[in-house]
């Protein structure tokens, strides 16, 4: 009785977790119930806390701010400007460097700042093998058109590559807690996503310089229709393969959006343009016919504005829903994101921008950038399932800036 009565009295809120469920395992039963019941309770309660941690841990959110000034960023985007004017665009690599150390290390997330480790070197030999590809491009289209297909032969290939070299030099020189990111896409995978859903209907275009004209302008007419409504299947699997081929300590990302969710976003956003572009044309018709004379200048600004309106509105429509798609279904290791873009709060952001910069004649569009960034990381949410500790570490080769500078001098956006 009276060990019974120790059994009872003993404080099991001292033992570990393995001592607990030692005794649990060989302690006689039938001798003591009553010890063995207060064993398997403690155990009972260790493991509800245990849980009731880890949900908590899922729902922690880390915390991402912006903190970027329009002043500081006015004094770097304006020396950038003149000393890239005043070197004739050589400037530029040492600006694109400045502008991105700046805007990283003001990116704060849960109190670490992001890190540009880029150099401008690299960066300047990327711009001028660019600027000599962009120049064969050129030429090629106003003066020697009978390059033409030669040089879109020659991009179609390089395509791939400058794709995989501008993420894999981007997210080599992007880091945060002093580990990098990586890339490890490769070019026959790039290939086979582009040649498979993207750059066929560019490749016909090359088979019109051998085809029946008539004949080929048809079957091209019947493509691009399929291309179209292939499209958003096709931005699914780019983004996939850009997402899942990054790491960073060793994790790659995850991606589960679906091409229907795509098209859902591509189809709304077209019929939101087609919803004011069918009202324009209809209404300058009328007008048109009413007036049974050329419009004057001032009308045909109006409805060319009009028009343009539809396309901002569909436009901030695809970028709010497509980015928030994205986001939403991304995950890094123990990370994961919720991004909560609004189509109105966006195009009331581009309209206001556009409009500082068009009346200040340019000097605002540091006050634009600014604004903009910080819209963005007010609007994403990252949690954390884990422990960054997780993250173990990363690859650090050297990767050419080429790839990247080739897409910014085509202004091809393939970014998150």
């Known amino acids: 009785m009276d060990e019974e009565k120790r059994g009872l009295n003993s404080d099991f809120s001292t033992y570990t977790m393995d001592e607990l469920l030692h005794a649990y395992d060989y302690m006689d039963r039938e001798r003591h119930p009553e010890r063995f019941k207060f064993i398997a309770d403690e155990i009972k309660k260790r493991n509800i806390k245990q849980a009731e941690e880890n949900a908590n841990r899922q729902k922690a959110e880390l915390k991402l701010e912006f903190r970027g000034s329009a002043r500081e960023y006015f004094r770097i985007w304006i020396v950038n400007l003149c000393l890239s004017i005043i070197t004739l665009g050589i400037f530029s690599a040492w600006a694109k460097v400045r502008k991105k150390r700046y805007t990283y290390s003001r990116t704060i997330l849960d109190g670490t700042p992001f890190q540009y480790l880029g150099r401008p070197i690299p960066i300047l030999k990327g711009r001028i093998i660019a600027a000599v590809g962009f120049l064969f491009y050129y030429s090629a289209t106003h003066f020697f058109t009978s390059l033409l297909p030669l040089v879109l032969v020659v991009g179609l290939i390089a395509a791939p590559w400058i794709i995989v070299r501008s993420q894999a030099f981007n997210t ?30 560019i490749l016909l275009i090359l088979i019109y310089y051998i085809a029946d004209k008539k004949i080929f302008a048809a079957i091209l007419g019947i493509v691009f229709v399929i291309f179209g409504f292939a499209f958003p299947w096709w931005i699914r699997r780019l983004k996939n393969f850009l997402i899942e081929q990054t790491s960073y300590g060793g994790i790659n990302g995850v991606f589960s959006a679906k091409g229907e969710q795509f098209f859902k976003i591509y189809f709304i956003s077209g019929l939101i343009t ?57 995950q890094l290791g123990p990370m994961r994101f919720q991004s909560t873009l609004h189509t109105i709060d966006l195009l009331e952001l581009y309209i206001t921008n556009a409009f500082g910069i068009v009346i200040s004649f340019g000097l605002l569009i540091p006050w634009a950038v600014m604004r903009t960034m910080k819209y963005r990381t007010d609007n994403m949410h990252v949690f954390l399932a884990g422990d960054l500790n997780e993250f173990k570490g990363s690859d650090m080769t050297t990767v050419t800036a080429v790839g990247s500078e080739t897409m910014d001098i085509f202004d091809m956006d393939l970014s998150l």
Do not use: C, Q
């Open 274 to 330: 087609l919803a004011v572009f069918i009202p324009t044309v209809i209404l300058l018709g009328i007008t048109i016919r009413n007036d049974s004379s050329k419009l004057s200048e001032p009308s045909t600004y109006f409805f060319m504005l009009l028009m343009y309106f539809g396309y901002v509105v569909g436009y901030t429509y695809l970028k709010a829903r497509s980015g928030n798609l994205v986001w939403n279904s991304t």
């Open 172 to 201: 080599r020189y992007s880091a945060y807690r002093n580990m990098t990111f990586h890339f490890s896409g490769t070019y026959l995978k790039a290939l086979e996503i582009l040649f498979a859903w993207g750059i066929i209907p």
